[in-house]
């Protein structure tokens, strides 16, 4: 199996930065899919940015100009650089990570982090 360890999370002022990280525990064979989602009280969890093998990404439109994502597969991390953040941006944040992690493994994974908090104050 694999974790997903995600950091960066926190409180910060509307307009403000933050910037999501989210590493694999070990290495991963093929990484079809990398991406973002955040669940607010209440609310379904939604896709908030994805990066695909060949490098393609897509946003929400909530967050396009806004937030970026981005990879390094050296590294199996993942990153959610998040500008210009507003109130309505408070959610959980989770890592997904869709892949083999070996060449054994008969079917698709599909991996979850354990979440960040992050909170916009107006």
């Known amino acids: 199996q694999v974790q997903l360890v995600e950091s960066g999370g926190g409180l910060v002022q509307a307009g403000g930065s933050l910037r999501l990280s989210c590493a694999a525990s070990?290495?991963?064979?093929?990484?079809?899919?990398m991406g973002w989602y955040r669940q607010a009280p209440g609310k379904q969890r939604e896709l908030v940015a994805g990066?695909?093998?060949?490098?393609?990404?897509n946003y929400a439109d909530s967050v396009k100009g806004r937030f970026t994502i981005s990879r390094d597969n050296a590294k199996n991390t993942v990153y959610l650089q998040m500008n210009s953040l507003k109130p309505e941006d408070t959610a959980v944040y989770y890592c997904?990570?869709?892949?083999?992690?070996?060449?054994?493994?008969?079917?698709?994974?599909?991996?979850w982090g354990q979440g960040t908090q992050v909170t916009v104050s107006s």
């Open positions: 997904n990570i869709n892949g083999y992690l070996t060449s054994f493994q008969p079917t698709l994974g599909d991996y």
């Open positions: 990066i695909i093998s060949a490098g393609r990404t």
């Open positions: 070990r290495s991963i064979f093929s990484i079809y899919t």
